[in-house]
């Protein structure tokens, strides 16, 4: 299942996904600055936790159903 293995990516910090590559891309390569390069890192960090949260919410309230239902 997909949703698993990004969870599971999610725990390991030394595992990059392709947004972040592709950014470490651009930054080695010139198009951005050092700054640019640190605001877009950290954007993606609150992004990539915001999206765990809704999917551990949503997983918790699937899992309430299936005992409930």
Do not use: C, H, W
């Not at 890192?41 to 997983?59: A, T």
Request: hydrophobic fraction near 40%.
């Amino acid at each position: 299942m997909l949703l698993g293995r990004v969870k599971a990516r999610a725990g390991v910090p030394s595992v990059e996904g392709k947004v972040e590559t592709q950014l470490k891309m651009a930054f080695k390569l010139g198009y951005i600055g050092d700054s640019e390069f640190e605001k877009v890192r950290n954007e993606v960090i609150e992004i990539r936790r915001m999206l765990f949260g809704v999917i551990k919410f949503l997983e918790k309230k699937r899992d309430e159903e299936e005992k409930g239902g």
